[in-house]
């Protein structure tokens, strides 16, 4: 069985008048410049959030090159140190 008390209900009316004032607290139009500011905050977070991502892509891509190639460039045919290997006579 519930037990229905004076405390009980006045906690209930207090929960009921707070619900509403939060609803109508949420129906008001917010300012101009607020929405000015707000928007351009999302897009310099988002201009943000991009360079970084650009910036990470690049590192990878260098630290990937010089895992394929030891950091040297090697051209088929062509000696690494500059010095061709004498040929042997026939």
Same mark, same amino acid.
């Given at each position: 069985?519930?037990?229905?008390?004076?405390?009980?209900?006045?906690?209930?009316?207090?929960?009921?008048?707070?619900?509403?004032?939060? $609803?109508?607290?949420?129906? @008001? +139009?917010?300012? %101009?410049?607020?929405?000015?500011?707000?928007? #351009?905050? =999302?897009?310099? &977070? /988002?201009?943000?959030?991009?360079? $970084?991502?650009?910036?990470? @892509? +690049?590192?990878? %891509?260098?630290?990937?090159?010089?895992?394929? #190639?030891? =950091?040297?460039? &090697? /051209?088929?045919?062509?000696?690494?140190?500059?010095?061709?290997?004498?040929?042997?006579?026939?």
């Amino acid at each position: 069985m519930k037990v229905l008390t004076k405390k009980n209900a006045f906690v209930g009316f207090l929960a009921v008048k707070a619900a509403k004032r939060a $609803l109508k607290r949420r129906g @008001r +139009r917010r300012s %101009g410049a607020r929405t000015v500011l707000l928007v #351009s905050l =999302g897009v310099l &977070s /988002v201009g943000l959030l991009a360079g $970084l991502v650009l910036v990470a @892509r +690049r590192q990878r %891509g260098e630290e990937q090159a010089e895992k394929t #190639s030891g =950091g040297e460039v &090697s /051209v088929p045919g062509v000696p690494l140190d500059g010095v061709a290997e004498p040929t042997p006579a026939a």
